[in-house]
């Protein structure tokens, strides 16, 4: 059974929807800047989202009942995906979110009440848990029934999509709304600090001197339907999500194994499952953060799959910062619109050829045959997700 | 078929590696009950572990070698609110240290995903590993993908749930009135295979999770497996007019409700899936006051958040 891809929507730092982040694409308009936040004490180089909570409330009608950053996000994303789908007898619909952190925005305000010892403000909290983020989402387009959250770090929102896709394969539903959604938080910006993987510059992914990731927030979610669901919705095929798979580096609990082992495991699998060449693949969107350790570790495990034939391959993140649990559904619409547009897009910020691997990515937004794209999405606890969109 | 080959628990009861121990249940559940867990974690690792972690690595060994298993073919995990401990422990450090270096081991044990991907470093584990958290239902979620697998490959998948308890839960959970019983911790993993072996302990017949569920849940859910209604029922029974309506539905089978015997955390039902495959592997056998005889089938009634239904069908290996 095919999988359909029919409708996408995204927010991002590049756009509040999917023309505005293509055009930023391709007139190479960064999102990160250097910006004081208010959840975060210091001047740091981050992408957030353009609009505040209540501009995402108001523009989208939603209901004055406590929402998380992370859920108003995803609701922006899902109202442009679900564009004018309807609920249909016989058309099974379900809703697989994902989210790094829930509602840790609110969270964090909470907390701070309770350790200053004022009287805390409870609805605040009410949001916390990563299953409310979805609900609240899945609940304002009418979705019932198999509301599902993945956490998996930087590899949640590919993993949702993979499981709709499973889901839809096997006949589990007919038509499955999935991605992901994470806003920018004081826990995770101190946490990458922590680290020492945050770049205080803008984060150079692919480059020999980059030097750590920026993060972002955003949301994106993507249609997925059979053909069944096709026949009764009328939607349009855009592409089709093809291959898919997971394996686990068990190397590190953050960093990534040397040899790329998971990687390779997660890309291996997935072209297999796509049934795709490895000459069909046109264009890689890479997990590509900045890191030191991510970038040499994918690179290698790209290495490992294509030998010295690499397909033109980029990372989005020195665009839309690092959205972490959103990011694997942000890099599946810009799969989709490569497929859709003929078009390879490009890194920001690369000067310096990798001295160990010698791979030079894609710099400049040009048209060309794509066929098929593989998009990669790695997380901590060694969570590696690989995805293939295929031209229909 | 989806065979249950382990199950490896961790609760306020005395259930792990506790053959029978349905015959001995505690009222008193004011302790979590810990293995020495030296014996399943390397001691060097065991003290930069929360409980959530330690819990889980300790029972997914267990269940992997009580299975005679070498290796998961898949690691499954649900946790409604994955690893608190770190989490809340990072949370207070961004908030209270103003300045300078926070320490990073709470941040990068913090995500949900940690439960699964410490389980795949401890077992040298490269194949799938997933962690679903959708609150109450995060356990029925990943079974029911755990089945999805067992459909599209041969294997021996361990899939699991666990959640921590942490004092700063009590008054939120006071506050919303989710304080009737005891908050606790409790995590197990379980081995599903879609072979059957000579370890094999129970049948996995069929799992549900539905966010906003009606009043024929269990009846169509039932009818979906040909049955009219179980031999046991096993139930949160958090809410006294709910419990009061199963029992007035299934008049003719003993309802035991859960939560009082494993106190209040998301993941719970997976505690009553352990109980259930206990029981089923007894003869006759008093839980909880009841008397329960004919023992084929048992069903996990999960009701803990209003709306909100998780039903775990389980069947002895015989039946």
């Not at chain 1, 009410?126 to 387009?141: L, M, R, V, Y």
């Not at chain 1, 101190?190 to 992914?205: A, R, V």
């Not at chain 1, 979610?221 to 069944?228: G, P, R």
């Amino acid at each position: 059974m095919s999988v359909f891809v029919t409708g996408m929507g995204i927010i991002s730092a590049i756009g509040n929807n999917v023309a505005e982040n293509l055009s930023s694409l391709q007139e190479r308009k960064s999102g990160i800047r250097k910006t004081k936040l208010t959840c975060h004490p210091q001047e740091i180089f981050a992408a957030p989202v353009n609009l505040s909570d209540d501009d995402l409330r108001n523009r989208f009608q939603v209901s004055n009942t406590p929402h998380s950053r992370t859920s108003l996000l995803g609701i922006a994303a899902v109202a442009e995906a679900w564009g004018h789908n309807k609920h249909l007898p016989g058309v099974r619909t379900a809703f697989i979110g994902s989210t790094s952190v829930g509602g840790m925005d609110k969270t964090e305000k909470y907390y701070r009440q309770v350790l200053e010892g004022n009287s805390a403000d409870f609805s605040l909290v009410q949001t916390h848990d990563s299953g409310n983020t979805s609900e609240k989402i899945a609940h304002h387009f009418g979705i019932k029934g198999y509301i599902n959250t993945l956490s998996t770090a930087c590899s949640s929102a590919a993993n949702a999509l993979m499981l709709a896709a499973r889901m839809l394969e096997h006949d589990h539903a007919d038509r499955i709304v999935a991605g992901g959604s994470d806003p920018l938080t004081g826990f995770t910006i101190s946490g990458f600090q922590s680290l020492m993987i945050y770049d205080e510059d803008w984060c150079k992914p692919f480059d020999e001197n980059r030097n750590g990731l920026n993060l972002g927030e955003g949301a994106a979610y993507l249609v997925l339907e059979n053909e069944k669901s096709i026949s009764a919705t009328g939607n349009k095929p855009l592409c089709l999500l093809k291959g898919w798979s997971n394996a686990a580096d068990a190397y590190h609990q953050t960093a990534s194994s040397p040899e790329g082992k998971g990687a390779t495991l997660a890309m291996k699998n997935a072209i297999e499952k796509s049934g795709v060449a490895l000459s069909d693949i046109s264009y890689i969107n890479a997990h590509g953060t900045g890191t030191k350790n991510n970038d040499l570790s994918e690179s290698t495990a790209l290495q490992n799959i294509f030998g010295k034939n690499i397909p033109p391959f980029s990372s989005t993140k020195a665009f839309t910062g690092h959205t972490l649990a959103a990011a694997g559904a942000i890099e599946a619409v810009y799969s989709v619109l490569s497929i859709v547009h003929q078009v390879l897009l490009p890194g920001l910020n690369y000067k310096t050829i990798m001295s160990e691997t010698r791979l030079t990515p894609v710099t400049e937004y040009k048209h060309c045959d794509v066929n098929a794209v593989l998009s990669n999405s790695f997380g901590f606890g060694g969570n590696n997700t690989s995805l293939i969109f295929k031209k229909i | 078929m989806y065979y249950i080959q382990s199950s490896a628990y961790i609760s306020h009861q005395d259930t792990f590696r506790k053959k029978g121990f349905s015959k001995n249940l505690s009222e008193n559940i004011s302790t979590l009950i810990k293995p020495d867990y030296k014996e399943f974690i390397n001691p060097s690792l065991i003290r930069r572990m929360s409980e959530v972690l330690r819990m889980s690595v300790a029972c997914g060994s267990a269940a992997l070698k009580d299975a005679g298993v070498i290796t998961a073919d898949a690691i499954i995990a649900g946790t409604g609110l994955g690893c608190l401990m770190d989490t809340e422990k990072f949370l207070n450090n961004v908030i209270t240290i103003q300045g300078g270096m926070l320490p990073p081991t709470s941040f990068i044990q913090s995500t949900h995903n940690t439960i699964a991907g410490q389980l795949s470093l401890a077992l040298s584990c490269h194949s799938y590993n997933m962690t679903h958290t959708q609150n109450s239902l995060s356990f029925e979620y990943a079974l029911s993908d755990a089945m999805l697998m067992l459909d599209e490959q041969s294997g021996n998948i361990l899939a699991g749930a666990a959640d921590e308890y942490i004092d700063p839960l009590q008054p939120v959970a006071n506050h919303f009135g989710l304080n009737r019983f005891p908050l606790t911790s409790g995590a197990g993993f379980f081995v599903l295979s879609d072979k059957v072996s000579a370890h094999t302990q129970a049948v996995l017949a069929d799992v549900l999770a539905i966010n906003d569920s009606d009043e024929n849940v269990c009846k169509d859910f039932l009818q979906r497996n040909q049955l009219s209604v179980p031999d046991l029922i096993l139930t949160d029974g958090y809410r006294d007019d709910n419990l009061r309506q199963l029992r007035q539905n299934f008049s003719e089978t003993p309802v035991i409700p859960y939560t009082p015997l494993c106190g209040t955390y998301a993941t719970s039902s997976a505690f009553a899936m352990h109980l259930a495959i206990d029981i089923l592997q007894e003869k006759t056998t008093h839980v909880s006051g009841s008397e329960i005889k004919q023992h084929r089938t048992a069903l996990v009634i999960n009701q803990l958040l209003p709306g909100h239904t998780g039903l775990i069908l389980i069947k002895n290996h015989e039946a």
